[in-house]
């Protein structure tokens, strides 16, 4: 049986959402294309605080079951709210909004290029995207062999605090440091836990990166020195040196949101990272490092400088990685569908 195209009567009760979905070292993202009514706010925060308390049912039926599922990550694009930038980005998830995504950056810039929307030249091409956590300076270009190459310059990062420790309930004694790229993180030594980050390990990552998450944001307020939405702590980042490739610096499997875990190393995660092994003189400037993750996705990390950040001594990170377009996709909400906002299932 050949299945006809949707009836016109049925297209006129519906709402429908076109998206571009791609991803990054394995973590997806889905790119709204049409659908979202316009998002009012003369900055990306505002804009961010009108989404949550206006059009979050969108989020929830994009990014749940049955169009999405537990990890699924987006993006919406936004006219500029800054003089210098191209145009802005919101990004939402299983449980709201997040401030900054570098693996939604790199995602972004490569389904923009290779759908024409952005033409590249024979240098490279500098982007500009407003996030709510900054200005975020983006650049792609092709090599000799014609491979596209995009990488991005983050907001600056800092060590926000070094050899904490806190104790969590069903692990004991736990150390961690928090770093700040585009986010805050919480960052432990898998090894030292003996938490093995293998994929098949998922479940227990889960449950310690949620419960660790818990005991330090209970225990270490956060206090962003501009902007006050960004005062939280996003997820946990467990790290370790044990790779599978020989040139691989560590691994990361970041745990964030409703416990979602991040197929890639994080953009914002490998920034933070940067910023606290600089502060313990262990990564100088202009090195470049190569971080796992969970599924053995990649990015390359540098600290391009040192920057004072409000009083923070911070630095400016520079991160690269694969991005791919996966689909196009025609999302249709019928106003019967009992599932309006979806579900989600662990």
Request: one cysteine or more.
């Given at each position: 049986?050949?299945?006809?195209d949707?009836?016109?009567?049925?297209?006129?009760?519906?709402?429908?959402?076109?998206?571009?979905?791609a991803?990054?070292?394995?973590?997806p993202?889905?790119?709204?294309?049409?659908?979202?009514?316009?998002?009012?706010?003369?900055?990306?925060?505002?804009?961010?605080?009108?989404?949550?308390?206006h059009?979050?049912?969108?989020?929830?039926?994009?990014?749940?079951?049955?169009?999405?599922?537990?990890?699924?990550?987006?993006a919406?694009?936004?006219?500029p709210v800054?003089?210098?930038?191209?145009?802005?980005?919101?990004?939402?998830?299983?449980?709201?909004?997040?401030?900054?995504?570098?693996?939604?950056i790199?995602?972004?810039?490569?389904?923009?290029?290779?759908?024409?929307?952005?033409?590249l030249?024979?240098?490279?091409?500098?982007?500009?995207i407003?996030?709510p956590?900054?200005?975020?300076?983006?650049?792609?270009?092709?090599?000799?062999?014609g491979?596209?190459?995009?990488?991005?310059?983050n907001?600056p990062?800092w060590a926000?605090?070094?050899?904490?420790c806190?104790?969590?309930?069903g692990?004991?004694?736990v150390?961690?440091?928090?770093?700040?790229?585009?986010?805050?993180?919480?960052?432990?030594d898998?090894?030292?836990?003996?938490?093995s980050?293998?994929?098949?390990?998922?479940?227990?990552?889960?449950?310690?990166?949620?419960?660790?998450?818990?005991?330090?944001?209970?225990?270490?307020?956060l206090?962003?020195?501009?902007?006050?939405?960004?005062?939280?702590?996003?997820?946990?980042?467990?790290?370790?040196?044990?790779?599978?490739s020989?040139?691989a610096?560590?691994?990361?499997?970041?745990?964030?949101?409703?416990?979602?875990?991040?197929?890639s190393?994080?953009?914002?995660?490998?920034?933070?990272?940067?910023?606290?092994?600089?502060a313990?003189?262990?990564?100088?400037?202009?090195?470049?490092?190569?971080?796992?993750?969970?599924?053995?996705?990649?990015?390359q990390?540098?600290?391009?400088?040192?920057?004072?950040?409000?009083?923070?001594?911070?630095?400016?990170p520079?991160?690269?990685?694969?991005?791919?377009?996966?689909?196009?996709?025609?999302?249709?909400?019928?106003?019967?569908?009992?599932?309006?906002?979806?579900?989600?299932?662990?």
């Open positions: 049986m050949r299945l006809l949707l009836s016109s009567s049925f297209l006129e009760r519906c709402t429908r959402f076109k998206t571009l979905d991803h990054t070292e394995g973590e993202l889905r790119i709204l294309l049409e659908g979202y009514p316009e998002i009012p706010g003369d900055t990306i925060l505002a804009k961010r605080r009108y989404l949550t308390a059009l979050d049912h969108y989020r929830q039926l994009l990014m749940h079951e049955p169009r999405g599922h537990a990890d699924m990550y987006g919406i694009i936004t006219a800054t003089p210098s930038a191209d145009f802005g980005v919101l990004f939402l998830h299983n449980e709201g909004y997040s401030s900054m995504c570098g693996h939604g790199l995602a972004l810039v490569t389904a923009a290029v290779e759908t024409g929307t952005i033409v030249g024979d240098e490279p091409k500098g982007i500009n407003d996030s956590a900054g200005l975020i300076q983006a650049k792609a270009c092709r090599d000799e062999q491979e596209l190459k995009v990488s991005f310059v907001v990062s926000e605090a070094l050899s904490c806190v104790a969590v309930e692990i004991g004694e150390a961690y440091d928090i770093g700040f790229g585009g986010a805050y993180y919480a960052y432990v898998a090894d030292a836990l003996g938490l980050l293998a994929q098949n390990n998922v479940a227990q990552i889960i449950d310690w990166g949620r419960r660790i998450k818990l005991a330090v944001m209970a225990k270490h307020p206090d962003h020195p501009l902007e006050a939405d960004l005062g939280f702590l996003y997820g946990t980042i467990f790290t370790s040196a044990k790779t599978s020989k040139d610096h560590s691994r990361h499997v970041c745990v964030f949101a409703d416990g979602e875990v991040d197929r190393p994080t953009g914002t995660g490998v920034a933070g990272r940067i910023a606290l092994l600089h313990k003189g262990e990564a100088q400037l202009g090195e470049r490092l190569k971080i796992e993750s969970v599924v053995d996705g990649a990015m990390v540098c600290a391009l400088d040192n920057v004072d950040f409000y009083g923070k001594s911070a630095v400016i520079e991160v690269s990685g694969r991005a791919f377009i996966t689909g196009r996709h025609e999302f249709i909400l019928d106003p019967k569908d009992p599932f309006q906002q979806g579900v989600m299932l662990r």
